[in-house]
């Protein structure tokens, strides 16, 4: 191991599974001792914000987030981001320095504490980091140099703010102690100010904090001794610090292995973990998907770790499934495996994993749909986890509807297929019609896609489980209103999607000849070869489908071209999503035309496609096109609304049908609809 020590197992006097699948995991799920303390198994819950607090003050539903991961298997936690300084009034942060949360902070703890889990806090400050559209005007910062995001300019800390500042984190921590957390965890990286800080880029202090590493490095080392004074040796101090941080006078990796000398020679430190990214064009490494390879740091992490021989460390980016855990801690990577996004998902992942119950997991898909509900003010949300912060969230168990009903559900994806499997679990008598043979809609055809693997797994459980209940499926079933009346239906669900409109510009005639790109996706996604010319994509929907689906097309074509009326793409997605989509599109040379609308006057038919700008209404033609395919904003399909309700059946839409959005919308509502029943 890394640094900590292993406990033979039953050591730690916590109760485990006792049937035989628990041995598909031994290391881990085997006891391991960090600082003066004792984990069950390996799986940490890394910090993810909820922004579940209100008005600084922790509600039940904050509460009951943890004490579910607790319940479902996380060995030790590590909050949100936490109000331990005067200056930090954000609303959405749980308050400790203020004292308004004492009782509270002990309730959270003892939530914890009861599923034999530790439970640390978070030592944050953003600094100058802002990741919002406009600049923060009150924030801290080592110099008064701007973010790289936000262009926040902060106000450079003096020596006098700097001690206060480790003091009431100090004095912070103590409070903590006191509720009954078991320690805390400085968040040094990901371009926080810490990480300001230790980086050349954003510090050119000439005072102590400043100059060389060890300079640069004191703030971290004298916050790390004042939280030891303050707490004493059986609190735990996990520190997080930055690998890399891509950016020019950043953190590389040998900076890195310096700073981790000098953090674990300055003593204190109970373990250490490491993030990627920083507050710039590389904020998306923070949060690596599936457009690169799985478990990307764990290497890196393991070579750093060297460098701090004894302390524990912690495996973080990607770890999604059991197996990678258990290569991470048998292989001597690392002690700990903590999970952020994986425990957003299903935070009984520990427990199912230790049954054999692996089946039955809801995995992360990587898509970060929690990082942008969180980042625009909604709370943390999941695509493929309508129930997070639900107080019996881990491990569900679907209750019985007090009256059983006749249940037709129409359409497979992942709305309705959410419906199925809730309502037929409820005791409902479910049937599902499907036009394709297989579940999923237009997210199996995301899953064809470049870094679209795992959202597989969303359809996939949904479809285990409705089975399981005992649901109903007619596969290539297009039904008609008479198909649903013979059911006597005591509900109809319709989640039968939206299809791209038809771009007013081509005349009727060429509907059959340029197809929309969904149907081009289908056609591409398991065809190889190469073809000659160039792949021409009208973007007019904006989504991470078009996006993915340029990619598969340069892997057909010579050069794939995207035009767009907005003045940027991926406008609407998370930032990390639109960091990693620009990247990826400058490295592979695939073109986007912002702010221009195709034209009439295109020769397609010659392989000519004219487009205008927007504003000026300058004209470019696009020569050698072999294929034009346009993303468009899409049209409900609903024609079987009408002709049921005029049954007099009762009809709910859901997804797309409702109105065309996210797999977030679409997984919820299923949800809601069958919970309604």
Same mark, same amino acid.
């Given at each position: 191991?890394?640094?900590?020590?292993?406990?033979?197992?039953?050591?730690?006097?916590?109760?485990?599974?006792?049937?035989?699948?628990?041995?598909?995991?031994?290391?881990?799920?085997?006891?391991?001792?960090?600082?003066?303390?004792?984990?069950?198994?390996?799986?940490?819950?890394?910090?993810?914000?909820?922004?579940?607090?209100?008005?600084?003050?922790?509600?039940?539903?904050?509460?009951?987030?943890?004490?579910?991961?607790?319940?479902?298997?996380?060995?030790?936690?590590?909050?949100?981001?936490?109000?331990?300084?005067?200056?930090?009034?954000?609303?959405?942060?749980?308050?400790?320095?203020?004292?308004?949360?004492?009782?509270?902070?002990?309730?959270?703890?003892?939530?914890?504490?009861?599923?034999?889990?530790?439970?640390?806090?978070?030592?944050?400050?953003?600094?100058?980091?802002?990741?919002?559209?406009?600049?923060?005007?009150?924030?801290?910062?080592?110099?008064?140099?701007?973010?790289?995001?936000?262009?926040?300019?902060?106000?450079?800390?003096?020596?006098?703010?700097?001690?206060?500042?480790?003091?009431?984190?100090?004095?912070?921590?103590?409070?903590?102690?006191?509720?009954?957390?078991?320690?805390?965890?400085?968040?040094?990286?990901?371009?926080?100010?810490?990480?300001?800080?230790?980086?050349?880029?954003?510090?050119?202090?000439?005072?102590?904090?400043?100059?060389?590493?060890?300079?640069?490095?004191?703030?971290?080392?004298?916050?790390?001794?004042?939280?030891?004074?303050?707490?004493?040796?059986?609190?735990?101090?996990?520190?997080?610090?930055?690998?890399?941080?891509?950016?020019?006078?950043?953190?590389?990796?040998?900076?890195?292995?310096?700073?981790?000398?000098?953090?674990?020679?300055?003593?204190?430190?109970?373990?250490?973990?490491?993030?990627?990214?920083?507050?710039?064009?590389?904020?998306?490494?923070?949060?690596?998907?599936?457009?690169?390879?799985?478990?990307?740091?764990?290497?890196?992490?393991?070579?750093?770790?060297?460098?701090?021989?004894?302390?524990?460390?912690?495996?973080?980016?990607?770890?999604?499934?059991?197996?990678?855990?258990?290569?991470?801690?048998?292989?001597?990577?690392?002690?700990?495996?903590?999970?952020?996004?994986?425990?957003?998902?299903?935070?009984?992942?520990?427990?199912?994993?230790?049954?054999?119950?692996?089946?039955?997991?809801?995995?992360?898909?990587?898509?970060?749909?929690?990082?942008?509900?969180?980042?625009?003010?909604?709370?943390?949300?999941?695509?493929?986890?309508?129930?997070?912060?639900?107080?019996?969230?881990?491990?569900?168990?679907?209750?019985?509807?007090?009256?059983?009903?006749?249940?037709?559900?129409?359409?497979?994806?992942?709305?309705?297929?959410?419906?199925?499997?809730?309502?037929?679990?409820?005791?409902?008598?479910?049937?599902?019609?499907?036009?394709?043979?297989?579940?999923?809609?237009?997210?199996?055809?995301?899953?064809?896609?470049?870094?679209?693997?795992?959202?597989?797994?969303?359809?996939?459980?949904?479809?285990?489980?409705?089975?399981?209940?005992?649901?109903?499926?007619?596969?290539?079933?297009?039904?008609?209103?008479?198909?649903?009346?013979?059911?006597?239906?005591?509900?109809?669900?319709?989640?039968?999607?939206?299809?791209?409109?038809?771009?007013?510009? $081509?005349?009727?005639?060429? %509907?059959?000849?340029?197809? /929309?790109? &969904?149907? !081009?996706?289908? =056609?591409? @996604?398991? +065809?190889?070869?190469?073809?000659?010319?160039?792949?021409?994509?009208?973007?007019?929907?904006?989504?991470?489908?078009?996006?993915?689906?340029?990619?598969?097309?340069?892997?057909?074509?010579?050069?794939?071209?995207?035009?767009?009326?907005?003045?940027?793409?991926?406008?609407?997605?998370?930032?990390?999503?639109?960091?990693?989509?620009?990247?990826?599109?400058?490295?592979?040379?695939?073109?986007?035309?912002?702010?221009?609308?195709?034209?009439?006057?295109?020769?397609?038919?010659?392989?000519?496609?004219?487009?205008?700008?927007?504003?000026?209404?300058?004209?470019?033609?696009?020569?050698?096109?072999?294929?034009?395919?346009?993303?468009?904003?899409?049209?409900?399909?609903?024609? $079987?609304?009408?002709?049921? %309700?005029?049954?007099?059946? /009762?009809? &709910?839409? !859901?997804?797309? =049908?409702? @109105?065309? +959005?996210?797999?977030?919308?679409?997984?919820?509502?299923?949800?809601?609809?069958?919970?309604?029943?």
């Amino acid at each position: 191991m890394p640094g900590a020590t292993a406990i033979s197992s039953g050591s730690c006097g916590c109760t485990r599974a006792t049937d035989p699948a628990v041995t598909a995991y031994p290391h881990l799920f085997s006891p391991v001792a960090i600082g003066g303390r004792t984990l069950r198994n390996r799986i940490v819950h890394a910090s993810m914000s909820t922004h579940y607090a209100q008005g600084g003050r922790i509600t039940d539903r904050l509460i009951d987030y943890y004490a579910n991961r607790a319940r479902g298997g996380a060995a030790m936690l590590v909050s949100e981001p936490m109000a331990m300084l005067s200056w930090q009034q954000l609303p959405t942060r749980p308050a400790v320095l203020s004292g308004v949360n004492a009782d509270a902070l002990a309730r959270w703890a003892d939530a914890v504490n009861a599923h034999g889990s530790l439970m640390l806090g978070q030592v944050q400050d953003n600094g100058r980091g802002f990741r919002s559209g406009f600049r923060n005007p009150h924030a801290f910062g080592p110099s008064a140099l701007p973010d790289d995001l936000s262009g926040t300019i902060p106000h450079a800390l003096s020596l006098d703010q700097i001690a206060r500042m480790i003091d009431e984190f100090a004095q912070s921590a103590r409070a903590l102690q006191q509720a009954g957390f078991a320690g805390v965890e400085i968040s040094a990286g990901h371009g926080h100010l810490f990480h300001q800080f230790l980086a050349r880029r954003s510090n050119i202090r000439e005072d102590r904090y400043g100059g060389d590493l060890a300079g640069r490095s004191a703030l971290l080392l004298e916050l790390i001794q004042a939280l030891r004074q303050s707490c004493g040796a059986d609190f735990l101090i996990g520190v997080k610090l930055p690998g890399e941080d891509g950016m020019e006078d950043g953190i590389d990796l040998d900076e890195a292995a310096r700073i981790t000398a000098l953090v674990h020679a300055g003593g204190g430190v109970d373990y250490l973990t490491y993030c990627w990214g920083a507050h710039g064009r590389t904020l998306y490494e923070h949060l690596p998907d599936l457009h690169g390879p799985r478990t990307p740091y764990v290497d890196r992490i393991a070579a750093l770790g060297r460098h701090a021989p004894g302390v524990p460390l912690g495996a973080l980016g990607l770890i999604t499934d059991p197996n990678e855990g258990e290569r991470i801690v048998r292989d001597g990577l690392a002690d700990l495996v903590m999970l952020g996004r994986p425990l957003v998902t299903d935070p009984a992942w520990g427990l199912k994993a230790e049954a054999g119950r692996e089946a039955q997991i809801r995995y992360c898909v990587g898509c970060n749909t929690c990082w942008h509900m969180i980042n625009v003010g909604r709370g943390l949300h999941c695509d493929n986890n309508p129930r997070v912060g639900a107080a019996d969230e881990a491990d569900w168990q679907v209750q019985p509807a007090a009256e059983r009903l006749r249940v037709a559900i129409v359409g497979a994806g992942v709305a309705g297929m959410e419906a199925a499997w809730v309502a037929a679990a409820r005791g409902h008598e479910v049937t599902v019609f499907s036009a394709s043979d297989e579940a999923g809609g237009k997210t199996r055809l995301h899953a064809l896609l470049p870094g679209g693997e795992n959202l597989s797994s969303v359809y996939d459980y949904q479809r285990l489980a409705a089975e399981r209940a005992g649901a109903v499926f007619r596969w290539g079933t297009v039904a008609q209103p008479e198909d649903i009346s013979a059911l006597a239906p005591d509900r109809v669900i319709l989640a039968t999607g939206a299809s791209p409109a038809f771009p007013a510009y $081509l005349p009727e005639e060429y %509907r059959d000849f340029f197809p /929309d790109l &969904r149907s !081009v996706v289908a =056609a591409f @996604a398991e +065809r190889g070869g190469r073809e000659p010319g160039t792949a021409v994509i009208h973007d007019a929907d904006g989504t991470a489908f078009t996006y993915a689906a340029a990619e598969l097309l340069l892997a057909r074509f010579e050069r794939v071209v995207l035009l767009t009326d907005r003045d940027r793409i991926a406008g609407e997605e998370a930032m990390v999503t639109r960091q990693g989509i620009q990247a990826r599109f400058a490295a592979k040379g695939i073109q986007a035309i912002c702010g221009v609308v195709p034209l009439a006057s295109s020769r397609l038919e010659e392989g000519e496609v004219s487009y205008a700008d927007v504003f000026t209404g300058a004209a470019g033609t696009l020569t050698d096109v072999a294929l034009f395919t346009y993303a468009t904003p899409r049209i409900p399909n609903v024609a $079987l609304e009408a002709p049921l %309700r005029a049954a007099g059946i /009762d009809v &709910r839409l !859901v997804g797309d =049908a409702w @109105a065309p +959005r996210t797999v977030l919308a679409a997984t919820s509502e299923g949800y809601r609809a069958a919970m309604e029943i």
